[in-house]
């Protein structure tokens, strides 16, 4: 609990949130621009900024539970997709207390949410470079 965090008072229930999900270890709850209809946040009650500062044991107990809310979502609103995103750090991240947004999506819901293909930019020794920089983190 961190006591100026927005999502730990939610989790704490000293201001309101329409959940849709709890258990010991997370909370899922509307979020509040409700950007598409069903827009929901998935975060852990354990106060942790965000992905870089998870355990695998956090990050277990979190993304674990990311397909039943998406079942959840899928069903009650038959979106025709749905978006599962995750910002870190600023300026993509505003709240600091790391969470999973699940975004249904439906035709022209006016949501522009898209990666670029960049293909044409790229030679393999691009790709190995690319590869390289972040494998050297990894091992
Ligand atoms: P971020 O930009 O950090 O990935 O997303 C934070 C999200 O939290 C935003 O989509 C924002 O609408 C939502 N949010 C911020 N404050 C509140 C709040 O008090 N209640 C709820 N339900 N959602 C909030
Ligand atoms: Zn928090």
Redesign the pocket.
Known sequence: MKEDC??CK?VKGD?P??KVYEDEQVLA?????Q?TRG?T?LVPKKHVENTYGLTEEDAAALFKRVPKIARGIKEAFDPIGLNI???NDEP?????HV?I?LIPRYPSDGMVLTTLDRQDEYGKEDYEAVRKAIKEQLD
């Not at 709850?29 to 621009?33: A, K, V």
């Not at 993509?92 to 600091?96: D, E, G, I, K």
């Open positions: 927005i999502f939610i201001i949130a329409f709850f509307l979020d509040i621009t950007g827009h946040l995103i995750n910002n993509l991240q505003s709240v600091f969470h947004h």
